[in-house]
């Protein structure tokens, strides 16, 4: 039996191999008499699994060793306030908008600092990407931060800006929520990077953070010890229990991520993959998506019906045929195609075949 | 094939009946083809374990309707900076000292409030608990906590203070994190309980937190959104995206719990299994528990080996006969066994055997 195509902006679908493992491992890892569950985060056996999933990642993500990786909790939400408690230094913070998530943190870090606007894409409604040429930044900011794939809007930066060449020495802080382990990150041009996992890594739960080790040290009094970047990496991501089982799941989708080519194999299917859906959607009079051809986002594609009273009819007829949860986030309305790491692309030709089946059914 | 008994701390062993559900129903939760980690946080379908799980932990803990029931991230040290945030308004905190759990509360809470200590037990090296009669409780406290059972010193409030007849107006925070579920709770004494679920719930990543409402709506300015109990009860635990997977596990869990009899049968067994063992070890002369008779915790059995040197046989023994983690924590030493629900007494009997017959060997 094929499982249906599960489109969900996340939580997200997983690799199927990784699940298989993860149920045949569920009573009894590794002849150890345990499930990951059930051991202690202190033993050797989840030491295994920590240190294998972190060497992982950071082989995965080509992450250079003066950065450290955390795994910590609270998803990209939480850190919208854990990223200000350890790096703004309470002072100003330069922040790009681009849709949503962008917004949120900038709100969010008003708590800790001055969130400075340096630049916004409102008023193209989040479908374009403002000219980083164009950027407001401050010469006194703590750092810059920005959401490198927007979930909602459907909005990627394709390569990140470069600060220094912008005029400013800060660091640039990157939600990679989404899109992390589509392809590959440019470290030079980054300072810390976070992203809750649940879309494109493991279950929601764990949130991955990689920090530059010179921006440690700097939390505001106010800064829970259990998210103080630098108490977290001292203790290797276990200054409190850390989220076992989300790790082990995580593991195991860097395994599959190993075998699948690592990330550049990854961004190669995930651009066919992308070319795919825009193309249909663009060769269409029935369909549209709005984000600007340079800017669109090769993980998460909102499209419209250009005549909504079919929604409901495009979702039911979807659901027959095995494709789920492609209803668009609330805020936008529409549709949304989440194609992340672990949709094959027989599934987004899977998508395409009805997308061009519903339109002549309706005509 | 009988699994070994695991006696880890926590994270900890879960019902077996659990772990096969869940490798059972982990690529394809109830038809709806997805595996639980798969699905959107806001579908029908995850709704529904969420209510479940909300539902069941409502019935088998008898929290009455004025008690929001949150689920979060973070764990009990990550509590230990929330509460504060959340309900001290910047005031005065009245702790009592117990062992290391409530130790570290005080220390955190002192980011955000003046702690103070009203009681402390640490002269007896934490074998006793200090009588209620002689607490040091301020008039102007925000809140009382204290630790219902500390995990590392294996001593438990076996009933909970009246603080108004103690002369205190304040509400009672308690951490119980390593004994929910093991007992019913008398919540006209309570005004807030927190517990990561690692012990007696379910895996690592989730925190149970039970408050009383009015206390809702009071936090600091410092207090990041994704963890301010009212934003998090106004929006059913998914302002942030919650630990899901981790959330169906304790939902198994509480099933499994219900099926058990709920927690006044549980609480039957675990008095039981704590006889047994505390029984076996004050008739002996090889092993000591020093914990006072009057606050042995029934879930946390530290004991050490009047010869210390032979330690090590002793674990390396238990291994062989099939009994896991008996280690005690580094800051207290020897070794100690954790028997939460999940523990049948056929375990406490196994771990008993062994007792029995490595004096008998090494005498």
Redesign the interface.
């Known amino acids: 039996m094929t499982?249906?195509y599960?489109f969900?902006?996340?939580?997200?679908?997983?690799p199927?191999a990784v699940?298989?493992t993860?149920?045949?491992e569920?009573?009894?890892w590794h002849g150890s008499?345990?499930?990951v569950?059930?051991?202690?985060?202190r033993?050797k056996e989840f030491g295994a699994i920590y240190a294998q999933a972190e060497a992982d990642l950071r082989e995965l993500l080509a992450v250079p060793t003066h950065f450290k990786i955390l795994f910590m909790?609270?998803?990209?939400?939480?850190e919208?306030?854990?990223v200000p408690?350890n790096l703004s230094r309470g002072g100003a913070v330069d922040f790009v908008l681009t849709g949503s998530w962008s917004q949120k943190s900038a709100k969010?870090a008003q708590?800790?600092c001055q969130a400075h606007v340096a630049a916004s894409a409102q008023d193209s409604h989040f479908t374009t990407l403002p000219d980083p040429a164009t950027w407001q930044l401050r010469r006194d900011a703590s750092y810059v931060h920005l959401c490198s794939n927007e979930t909602i809007h459907g909005v990627e930066f394709h390569s990140l800006p470069e600060l220094k060449a912008l005029g400013s020495d800060a660091p640039l802080v990157i939600d990679f929520s989404s899109h992390v382990l589509s392809r590959p990150v440019d470290w030079s041009r980054v300072g810390l990077a976070f992203g809750?996992a649940?879309k494109n890594v493991?279950?929601?739960?764990?949130t991955l953070v990689v920090v530059r080790e010179d921006l440690l040290g700097h939390a505001l009094?106010?800064c829970?010890?259990?998210?103080d970047y630098k108490t977290v990496a001292d203790n290797g991501s276990m200054?409190?229990?850390?989220?076992?089982?989300?790790i082990y799941?995580a593991g195991l989708t860097f395994q599959w991520l190993k075998a699948q080519g690592g990330v550049v194999a990854m961004e190669r299917r995930n651009v066919a993959k992308a070319e795919l859906l825009y193309g249909f959607l663009d060769a269409s009079s029935f369909y549209v998506n709005k984000v600007d051809k340079t800017c669109r986002s090769r993980m998460n594609v909102p499209f419209f019906l250009r005549d909504e009273s079919r929604n409901e009819a495009f979702l039911t007829g979807a659901k027959a045929r095995?494709l789920?949860?492609l209803k668009g986030h609330k805020s936008v309305g529409g549709m949304r195609a989440s194609i992340y790491n672990a949709m094959p692309i027989e599934g987004v030709q899977a998508l395409v075949d009805y997308l061009r089946d519903f339109e002549k059914e309706q005509a």
Chains 1, 2 share one sequence.
């Open positions: 499982r249906p599960n969900s902006a996340g939580p997200a679908a997983m199927e699940l298989r993860a149920a045949a569920m009573l009894d008499g345990m499930g569950m059930e051991m202690s985060h033993g909790q609270g998803g990209g939400l939480a919208n306030a854990i408690l969010e708590r800790y809750g649940q493991g279950p929601a739960g764990v009094p106010a829970p010890s259990a998210f200054y409190n229990t850390p989220p076992t089982y989300a799941m095995g789920l949860q």
